[in-house]
């Protein structure tokens, strides 16, 4: 399923070190997205997410 993370590519960089509060458009229950943390390995950027449900999604960017 793809969800609807609004990130601005211009602070891709700024918030790789730290957290940041995401959230979709409209909420819905179960699956809105709170907060997001973002890592890299191997040069792939990954962003690991908290849900309202408190369910751990991980999402890969190419």
Request: proline residues 3%.
């Amino acid at each position: 399923r793809n969800k609807q993370v609004y990130l601005a590519k211009k602070n891709l960089m700024r918030i790789l070190s730290e957290a940041t509060c995401l959230s979709m458009i409209p909420p819905t229950h179960g699956t809105e997205i709170r907060c997001a943390k973002l890592f890299q390995i191997n040069h792939r950027l990954y962003m690991i997410t908290g849900s309202e449900d408190t369910q751990i999604k991980l999402f890969s960017f190419q």
